[in-house]
């Protein structure tokens, strides 16, 4: 393992293995215990520190921090008047001082935590940067489809919606290749990336015709927040073509499963009826992603093992 996780190329298959197979005996060594904590990170400090919103990343990453007796400190940026990229550093400067051993950071602007890790001396972890990466989302999916599927070697995985703006779907990409599986991205052509025919994926823009032969839907929320301008003609179109209704989810084959990272646009990308099936891994996925960023914190704060 690589000293900090700021995007998914810093795993190679061993490493990416590695994390899911420690997420798996995380999970086996609290599964029996009264008190889910373990004792590994203690005297350790984790800050998260978080310029932009998040609910289930946030709290995921104090709660796996916490659950390994690590001291946690959560820093808000947000609102903050001095410009980013002072503001970033004063910051930095400010954990070197007090000695943080961990840095999970979330930035509106692709490439932070980078810059962050030449600052300071702990391990910094990306917690999503722009739209650039969210590496332990895509660790999280990737132990989610194999916790479901038993194999992410030749899984087939369908990721569809906005992926001009998601770090999820980048990082999911560069991961489940590593990992074996097969990536088709669908979505208008106005939702994909510019050289995204370089991407190691297949590209479609008709999902009915994807969905039969697909081990795993990743749905993608409409990111309007990243929109500056016009790209599909009106929430009801975009649904109409690109949302996942349970008469889509019908074609799936008997075993896929749909999965969404969170938060959900309801009655846009995906309908509560699918939200809601049992195909559906959401609330796995955030439950699972407590565990993986507890084997992400202590393989990268190398605590000593109990
Ligand atoms: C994602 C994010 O923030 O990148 N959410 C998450 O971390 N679970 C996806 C999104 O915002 O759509």
Do not use: C
Request: glycine share 8%; aromatic share 4%; proline share 5%.
């Amino acid at each position: 393992m690589r000293k900090h996780l700021l995007e998914v190329a810093d795993l190679d298959r061993a490493d990416a293995t590695l994390v899911l197979d420690t997420t798996a005996q995380i999970e086996q060594a609290l599964a029996g215990r009264e008190v889910k904590k373990l004792p590994t990170l203690r005297g350790r400090t984790v800050v998260n520190l978080f310029f932009e919103d998040s609910t289930r990343t946030r709290i995921s990453f104090e709660l796996a921090a916490k659950r390994l007796s690590a001291d946690v400190i959560n820093f808000s940026a947000k609102g903050s008047s001095v410009s980013k990229g002072e503001s970033l550093k004063d910051t930095a400067l400010t954990l070197e001082a007090m000695g943080a051993d961990g840095i999970v950071v979330r930035h509106s602007a692709s490439g932070a935590p980078h810059r962050l890790a030449q600052w300071v001396q702990g391990s910094v972890v990306n917690a999503g940067d722009g739209t650039h990466e969210h590496p332990t989302q895509a660790l999280l999916d990737a132990y989610t489809i194999r916790q479901r599927l038993g194999r992410l070697d030749g899984v087939r995985v369908a990721v569809v919606g906005d992926v001009l703006h998601s770090r999820v779907a980048r990082s999911n990409v560069g991961l489940l290749t590593t990992l074996g599986a097969e990536v088709t991205l669908v979505a208008p052509p106005t939702l994909l990336p510019v050289g995204v025919e370089t991407w190691p994926v297949t590209v479609s823009y008709d999902l009915d015709a994807v969905l039969p032969k697909a081990d795993v839907v990743m749905m993608l929320r409409v990111q309007a927040e990243r929109m500056n301008a016009s790209f599909f003609p009106s929430a009801r179109e975009y649904s109409r073509r690109y949302g996942l209704d349970g008469r889509r989810m019908a074609v799936l084959p008997d075993d896929a499963i749909v999965m969404h990272p969170g938060p959900m646009n309801r009655g846009m990308e995906i309908a509560a009826e699918v939200a809601d099936s049992p195909r559906s891994t959401i609330v796995a996925q955030v439950g699972n992603g407590v565990s993986v960023r507890m084997a992400v914190l202590y393989l990268l704060l190398g605590g000593a093992p109990e």
